[in-house]
């Protein structure tokens, strides 16, 4: 398993606290992700053989938010 961290931008929101970790643990490879309003990101960890930083990047991006 492995760990990223992305930045969140957008987030204004525990509602989008819990947007972001609903689409995040969903993706398919991940098994956890803590996201937190201040600051504003997005820690998740994935098994490198199913996703990637920017696969979950795009996935952030998906549901509305800026991502990097």
Excluded: H, I
């Excluded at 609903?22 to 504003?40: C, E, F, I, N, Y």
């Amino acid at each position: 398993m492995e760990t990223a961290t992305l930045t969140v931008k957008g987030m204004t929101c525990m509602g989008c606290v819990n947007s972001v970790t609903r689409v995040l643990k969903a993706t398919p490879g991940v098994s956890d992700a803590q996201v937190t309003l201040a600051p504003s990101q997005a820690t998740v960890t994935f098994d490198a053989a199913l996703t990637n930083p920017a696969r979950l990047k795009q996935t952030v991006e998906d549901a509305g938010y800026e991502a990097a």
